[in-house]
């Protein structure tokens, strides 16, 4: 056999997604709260890159020499960031290649005076530590509010070795969920099971209530016993919760009160009292703030005429300008040529950031106007209207690729006369109606979710006979698909929904 090593030369052609292009899609994908933190970070590693800040307080400390653009006003002609159906997609590669040449940056320069130049004077205030400044302090987490009352307790040491081993493996929401074999080989010098036992006893005395729990049963009862001055039901709740559990998660109530001898008002009454108990009480200590919604997007609806109008969430993204004081350094003959190749470098890479937000409003805006096009009866009349969408319809409509609709729509969130909802919610497949319409599986849930509402709960309703109410309104689902859609939607079955 023998081996030879030779050289061929070849010509192909090949399509490449430049660096520039691949970094225009993330921005485009980017959140709002993650787009922001990218800006941030432009903001500190580019110092050609201003934000506008609108101060009264602040005066005008410098003026420039020249007319100065406002960034509201400025027209930056973009186009698709993938066009129509050219699969070659020329015209993009030559857009971003123009960002790389000695162009000139008129359209993204604002003069001195439009707005405070970071790091140059000492009197400014630094907005950013008066943030912090006056951002809540984290709130004490479960470990550290139970390890603070821990050190408090009067306990051998070997029993404070295996309290601080149970304090450790507590799941957050105030369960022991490990067993107590394996948890006696966790720490770093071993305990015995009477050392645990006695530790988890002095556990579950300490705030909150509940805590150090191994079930419900027992997270219940412990709540119970630190009850002060319980009420006359108090003794007949705490029988229920020791034996009765799994019937009441079956609602077996009649089986109840005949097993305790109590009627079914004592036993609907003595639940009620064990509604009382936090199931988690874990989480009650440095429970995390659920975030809030920041609409990308919003859709009114158009007073002077029939339809909506779709326009951009005000405030959500500053205002950015190149600061006009670098372009005046590059005329200068006196800048030597590495502060020069410098200063290029940053407009450039401050260029290709404004050229990718202005692509992002642009692109966004259109999707959700080609949403609200295709989805004008969900506006109009509600969730029971929602239609199917494919993605492909809107980008055939926009004239952009599939794959650049969905990344338009990732995490967006669009504020409309129905609320606030994800962008994703409103691209779905569906059903076909008996009369030859269609409905997308969120109105099926909705139109479910509206039949049980309005059911008897002495004779809840059953999956047969929702299958058949659906059918009688021109839905036809199988009787699974109607369990599956019910479980999704964390409603309990026929049985668990029916009241005594």
């Known amino acids: 056999m023998r081996l030879d090593t030779e050289q061929h030369m070849r010509l192909e052609q090949r399509m490449k997604l430049a660096p520039r292009m691949i970094q225009s899609m993330e921005i485009l994908q980017l959140p709002l709260m993650a787009l922001q933190e990218r800006i941030e970070q432009e903001l500190i590693s580019n110092p050609v890159l201003e934000m506008l800040e609108n101060d009264p307080d602040q005066p ?6 020249e007319p100065a653009e406002n960034p509201q006003q400025v027209e930056v002609r973009q186009k698709d960031l993938v066009i ?23 359209d993204y320069y604002v003069g001195a005076h439009g707005g405070s130049f970071r790091g140059v004077f000492e009197d400014d205030r630094d907005h950013k530590l008066d943030a912090m400044a006056n951002t ?13 009352q821990w050190t408090l307790i009067d306990a051998d040491p070997d029993v404070r070795r295996a309290g601080q081993l149970i304090v450790n493996n507590l799941e957050d ?5 490990v067993e107590m074999e394996d948890l006696a080989h966790r720490g770093r010098e071993p305990v015995t099971q009477e050392q645990l036992h006695r530790a988890l006893l002095l556990v579950q005395a300490m705030d909150p209530p509940g805590v150090g729990a191994r079930d419900l049963q027992e997270c219940l009862l412990l709540q119970m016993d630190a009850v002060v001055d319980p009420l006359p039901i108090h003794n007949l709740a705490r029988r229920v919760a020791e034996d009765h559990l799994k019937d009441i998660e079956a609602n077996r109530l009649p089986a109840i009160a005949k097993a305790q001898d109590v009627t079914l008002d004592d036993v609907r009454e003595a639940i009620q009292y064990l509604h009382r108990f936090d199931p988690r009480p874990g989480q009650r200590i440095g429970q995390d703030k659920v975030p809030y919604v920041v609409p990308d997007v919003v859709v009114d609806y158009n007073e002077s005429g029939d339809g909506y109008v779709v326009r951009l969430a005000s405030g959500n993204e500053p205002s ?6 670098y372009r005046r350094m ?8 590495k502060t020069r190749d410098f200063i290029k470098k940053n407009i450039q890479s401050a260029r290709w950031l404004l050229d ?6 642009s692109t966004l805006l259109r999707v959700t106007e080609a949403i609200v096009h295709f989805q004008k009866d969900f506006f109009d009349n509600g969730p029971k209207h929602l239609k199917p969408l494919p993605m492909a319809a809107v980008a055939s409509r926009v004239g952009i690729h599939l794959a650049t609709v969905s990344r338009a729509v990732s995490d967006k969130w669009m504020q409309c006369p129905q609320g606030i909802c994800p962008l994703r919610q409103f691209f779905s497949a569906g059903v076909a109606t008996q009369d030859g319409d269609s409905m997308s599986w969120g109105a099926v849930k909705v139109k479910m979710q509206e039949l049980i509402g309005h059911e008897d709960k002495a004779t809840p309703l059953s999956d047969d006979e929702i299958v058949d109410k659906l059918k009688a309104d021109g839905i036809v689902l199988a009787r699974r698909t109607v369990a599956k859609y019910r479980k999704a939607l964390n409603i309990p079955s026929a049985r668990q929904r029916k009241s005594f």
């Open 173 to 177: 929401d105030g369960y022991l969920r």
């Open 136 to 148: 809540a302090a984290r709130g004490m987490s479960l470990h550290e509010y139970l390890t603070l």
């Open 60 to 65: 005008n400390t410098e003026r420039s020499d």
């Open 330 to 337: 590059l005329r200068s003959n006196k800048l030597d040529p």
């Open 320 to 325: 950015l300008y190149i600061n006009h004081i």
């Open 84 to 106: 129509g159906t050219d699969r070659s997609r020329k015209e993009d590669f030559e857009r971003l290649a123009e960002i790389a040449d000695d162009g000139d940056f008129d």
């Open 356 to 361: 990718s937000l202005e692509q992002r409003r």
